[in-house]
Structure formats: C-alpha cells, structure tokens
C-alpha cells in the first residue's frame, strides 16, 4: 500500500553506532563480555551497530578518519581509555574537525584503565563499580543516548607534536605507576594497587618548574602559538615552549612528589581524584604534592582517593589549582610524563583547555535533577 511505502521514512531510523573493540584491552576479556552482555542488550534498545575489531595500534585512529560522518550517530570504543583517545585525536586530524568533533563518542569500558567511564558511571548518580558492573551500568547508559560536552585539553609536547587529550597529564608518582605497572597488566585494576606500593617503597621527588593560568586572570590571547592549525583550534593562550610564559601566569619551581593535570572526575575506575571536576567546567585541575611528605600520609591520600575523600585531610603537601592552561618544565633529568595514561616524550610540556570541544554520550542528560 501507498502507507507502507512511505511509513518508513516518517518513522524515527535506529542509532546507528560504530562500535570499535580492541581485542587485546584488559585482560583479552573485551569481546567476550561485548558478545555475552553488550550486543544483547543494544540489539533490544533498537540500536544498529557495526564491530570492528581493531588490528593494532593506531587502527581506530585511521579509521575514523576515513568514515562518512552522516552515517553514523556515535562512535563507541569498547576498550580502556586509549582507544577512546585514538578516536578523538582521528577526528581532530580531518579536514573537517569542527563537524567530524561533534560526533558523540561512547566508552564500553574493557581494558585495564578506565578512567573516562568511571567519570560517567559517577555522572549518572551511580555507585562505583569496577569490571563488568561498570560495563554493564555504561552499556544501560549508551542506551539511553544522552549526550553532554566535553572539554578536551591541547598538549604540546617539546618536539613540538600537538595532541588532544580528554583526561589527564601526569608526571612523577602517578606516571611512574602506570608505566611501571604495565608488567602487571594481567591483573587489571589490581595492577594500580602493586604498582603504587612497589613505587612508595623508593618514593622519588621531581624538581621541576610548573606555570599555570587562572580562570579571569588576564585572559587575553597570549599570541604566540596562535597560528591557525589544520589539526583543530589555535591555544590562544599559549606562548611556544621555547618562549617564557606570559607575564600574567603564576610560576612555582619546587620538589614534587608528583604533578597531575586533570579534567574529568575519575584518575581510574576506583580512583575519585578530583571529585569536582566536570565534563566541560572548562578548567584544567592542576593536583601536585610537594615533596615532604611522608610515606604515611601518602598512603592515606591514595585510600582515602578511592571515596574522594583526599582533600578533606587538608594535608599541607597536596595543593589544587584549576587553571585554564598550564606549562611543566621538569628539571630533574629523568623521568615518565603520561598524557591519558600513555607515555610522550619526557621534557617541558604544556596544555589549553578546548571548553566543550568534544561530544560524549553520558547517558544522561546534563540538566538531570540533583538526587541525594
Ligand atoms: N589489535 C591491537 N593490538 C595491539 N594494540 C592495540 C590493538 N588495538 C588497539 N591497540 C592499542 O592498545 C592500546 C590500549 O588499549 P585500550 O585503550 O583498550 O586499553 P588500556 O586500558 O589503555 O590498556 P590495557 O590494554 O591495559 O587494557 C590503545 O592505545 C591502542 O593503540
């Protein structure tokens, strides 16, 4: 009939998503429980999806730089953070970024960092979980499609290479952890917790020198690295690196036991590091801990970093700064500098925040009542 010719088209068409599973995250356990528990339960919400399983390193990157935006209504990493951060660096690499960074990207976490679902496990008003609760609490939200913005952070790095970050850079105890852990990496979460008492045993201290912008503080396009890019939006508020910082930043050269620029809630799964964060509160929390401290008390911030209890301890060697952009200029010779938990080139680094840059589906939507 001349109605069902049409019916079709009036109707609202199922999401479309691409899902990309790195078959390798976590402990290989990925497409497993994407097989078991994810398919069954996006198939039934009338969501259509293509898997891709990726190859190697570098493969989801590539392909989302190669798809057809208008074909799909999200991308959905079914992995630990770093593939999620493959997606996001291919979208800021085409032509088109300012269309193809609009497109919503998801997390199905399965590797062994999970960060970024954590964030929105906590977001969604639930109670942190790790393993396949976490999963299973992501896949309902992926389900129910809310979208909000995400703020994403451009890290320059000595080199000169520019990259887009969506959780954090780290150097000094927290970066030394998750290198040093990868060993471990069969233990999943479980690698953080060996991993951080292996390294309190020989605590070290970084000396380094950290520079940073406040929120209000003279604002004003800095100039220097404002060059217009092919790869994304210019750091306004940048000098380059081999520039001193502009005149209106704040600068403190000391011993760290660590420096952590973070922007979202979750440092991993069961790690509340900055409990105030939001996805797009456009600032860049800048977490240090000064040298001094003793082991004891460093103890006590990791546990009580489990609740995000850490800065009620009002512990005098634990300072937070939210910032709009931040430099780190290391002096200490050696030592590890992670952006999203993978390791760049060692030496001064620094990072602007792109406020609501990015689309992240949360599940939930951002004007959700407050509960509790
Ligand atoms: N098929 C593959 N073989 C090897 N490496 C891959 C493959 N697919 C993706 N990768 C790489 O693996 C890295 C880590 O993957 P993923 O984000 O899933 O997990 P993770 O939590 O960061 O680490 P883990 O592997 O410990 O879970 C990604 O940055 C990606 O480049």
Same mark, same amino acid.
Request: aromatic share 6%; net charge negative.
């Given at each position: 009939s001349a109605l069902s010719d049409i019916a079709p088209s009036l109707l609202p068409r199922p999401r479309r998503l691409l899902l990309l599973l790195?078959?390798?995250?976590?402990?290989?356990l990925a497409l497993q429980w994407c097989q078991t528990h994810v398919l069954p339960m996006i198939t039934e919400a009338d969501v259509s999806f293509n898997l891709i399983q990726t190859e190697r390193p570098n493969h989801a990157r590539e392909l989302v730089k190669g798809?057809?935006?208008?074909?799909?209504?999200g991308i959905v990493a079914i992995s630990g953070d770093g593939l999620l951060y493959e997606v996001l660096n291919g979208l800021m690499e085409r032509p088109d970024w300012e269309q193809a960074i609009k497109m919503p990207v998801g997390i199905l976490p399965s590797g062994s960092g999970n960060a970024l679902a954590g964030a929105i496990n906590c977001n969604a008003g639930l109670e942190q979980v790790l393993g396949l609760e976490l999963l299973l609490n992501c896949a309902v939200l992926l389900c129910h499609a809310g979208v909000a913005p995400l703020d994403l952070v451009a890290v320059t790095t000595a080199s000169g290479a520019r990259c887009f970050s969506c959780l954090s850079v780290a150097w000094g105890f927290i970066s030394d952890v998750d290198i040093e852990s990868e060993k471990y990496r069969?233990?999943?979460?479980?690698r953080f917790t060996l991993g951080t008492l292996v390294r309190l045993a020989s605590m070290h201290t970084y000396r380094g020198r950290l520079s940073y912008l406040p929120p209000?503080?003279? *604002? /004003?396009?800095?100039?220097?690295?404002g060059e217009a890019r092919?790869?994304?939006?210019?750091? *306004?508020l940048l000098v380059p690196l081999g520039q001193p910082v502009p005149v209106s930043w704040v600068t403190v050269e000391d011993d760290f036991v660590l420096v952590l620029a973070i922007y979202?809630?979750?440092?991993?799964?069961?790690? +509340?590091?900055?409990? +105030?964060?939001?996805?797009?509160?456009? /600032?860049?929390?800048l977490c240090f801990i000064k040298a001094g401290i003793s082991r004891a008390a460093l103890v006590r911030l990791f546990l009580a970093m489990e609740k995000?209890?850490?800065? *009620?301890?009002?512990?005098?060697h634990l300072v937070h700064v939210p910032v709009r952009a931040f430099r780190l200029e290391p002096l200490t010779r050696k030592g590890i500098l992670t952006v999203d938990g993978e390791r760049v080139e060692y030496g001064p680094i620094q990072g602007q925040v792109h406020r609501g840059l990015a689309r992240l589906v949360?599940?939930?939507?951002?004007l959700k009542i407050a509960t509790g």
């Amino acid at each position: 009939s001349a109605l069902s010719d049409i019916a079709p088209s009036l109707l609202p068409r199922p999401r479309r998503l691409l899902l990309l599973l790195n078959p390798f995250g976590g402990r290989g356990l990925a497409l497993q429980w994407c097989q078991t528990h994810v398919l069954p339960m996006i198939t039934e919400a009338d969501v259509s999806f293509n898997l891709i399983q990726t190859e190697r390193p570098n493969h989801a990157r590539e392909l989302v730089k190669g798809i057809s935006l208008a074909e799909w209504d999200g991308i959905v990493a079914i992995s630990g953070d770093g593939l999620l951060y493959e997606v996001l660096n291919g979208l800021m690499e085409r032509p088109d970024w300012e269309q193809a960074i609009k497109m919503p990207v998801g997390i199905l976490p399965s590797g062994s960092g999970n960060a970024l679902a954590g964030a929105i496990n906590c977001n969604a008003g639930l109670e942190q979980v790790l393993g396949l609760e976490l999963l299973l609490n992501c896949a309902v939200l992926l389900c129910h499609a809310g979208v909000a913005p995400l703020d994403l952070v451009a890290v320059t790095t000595a080199s000169g290479a520019r990259c887009f970050s969506c959780l954090s850079v780290a150097w000094g105890f927290i970066s030394d952890v998750d290198i040093e852990s990868e060993k471990y990496r069969h233990m999943g979460a479980a690698r953080f917790t060996l991993g951080t008492l292996v390294r309190l045993a020989s605590m070290h201290t970084y000396r380094g020198r950290l520079s940073y912008l406040p929120p209000g503080l003279g *604002e /004003l396009p800095a100039g220097g690295a404002g060059e217009a890019r092919v790869g994304g939006p210019p750091d *306004e508020l940048l000098v380059p690196l081999g520039q001193p910082v502009p005149v209106s930043w704040v600068t403190v050269e000391d011993d760290f036991v660590l420096v952590l620029a973070i922007y979202q809630s979750h440092l991993g799964a069961d790690l +509340f590091a900055a409990p +105030f964060a939001r996805f797009d509160d456009g /600032l860049v929390h800048l977490c240090f801990i000064k040298a001094g401290i003793s082991r004891a008390a460093l103890v006590r911030l990791f546990l009580a970093m489990e609740k995000g209890s850490h800065f *009620e301890q009002e512990c005098p060697h634990l300072v937070h700064v939210p910032v709009r952009a931040f430099r780190l200029e290391p002096l200490t010779r050696k030592g590890i500098l992670t952006v999203d938990g993978e390791r760049v080139e060692y030496g001064p680094i620094q990072g602007q925040v792109h406020r609501g840059l990015a689309r992240l589906v949360t599940g939930v939507s951002r004007l959700k009542i407050a509960t509790g």
